[in-house]
């Protein structure tokens, strides 16, 4: 497996991976998870927000299999990061690719000395690469009730805090 940055001629492959990640268990794509995911990966290329370099594919065989994308996210005016989508092929999850696009995701975040990490997820999954309960950060999710779901992952000692805020994209969920 390889993971790189994504190029324009991924596109098509990356909306599959999310639409094929997201179907229901008929493996028809559910018409509001198609225009969550697979639409928000595509709106979120489109504005001052997107970040070329944390829009991650994952690559087994010359077949992309994954991929996660970070773009420009606010924590009390100041600059952070927001995390997702992500999504993994069906036939690919369970083998660890999940683990090394955010693992590779933290790692670009690092390079260029971002300072915090939010995301909406399992707990028990984003846990094991140090994100917390955005709440013990001082951080406000967007939506409180997302509760233990929101979480956070801070990148140097100084990371900001207050309400975090996604890329325009998903206010528009």
Not at 25 to 31: I, L, V
Not at 117 to 140: C, H, M, W
């Amino acid at each position: 497996m390889r993971i790189r940055p994504e190029t324009p001629a991924d596109y098509d492959a990356v909306r599959d991976v999310h639409l094929i990640a997201f179907a229901d268990a008929d493996g028809r794509p559910d018409d509001e998870r198609e225009a969550v995911e697979a639409g928000l990966t595509d709106r979120l290329r489109e504005g001052p927000w997107y970040l070329p370099e944390l829009s991650l594919v994952a690559e087994e065989g010359g077949r992309v299999v994954g991929h996660v994308i970070c773009t420009r996210a606010d924590v009390g005016g100041q600059q952070a990061l927001g995390l997702g989508p992500i999504g993994v092929l069906p036939d690919a999850q369970n083998t660890g690719i999940g683990s090394a696009l955010v693992n590779a995701a933290v790692a670009v975040a690092r390079d260029r000395d971002e300072r915090l990490i939010g995301l909406l997820g399992d707990p028990n999954f984003y846990g094991r690469f140090g994100f917390v309960d955005s709440r013990t950060a001082g951080i406000e999710a967007p939506d409180p009730m997302w509760g233990v779901h929101f979480q956070v992952l801070a990148l140097d000692g100084d990371a900001p805090r207050g309400a975090f805020r996604y890329a325009t994209p998903f206010d528009e969920l």
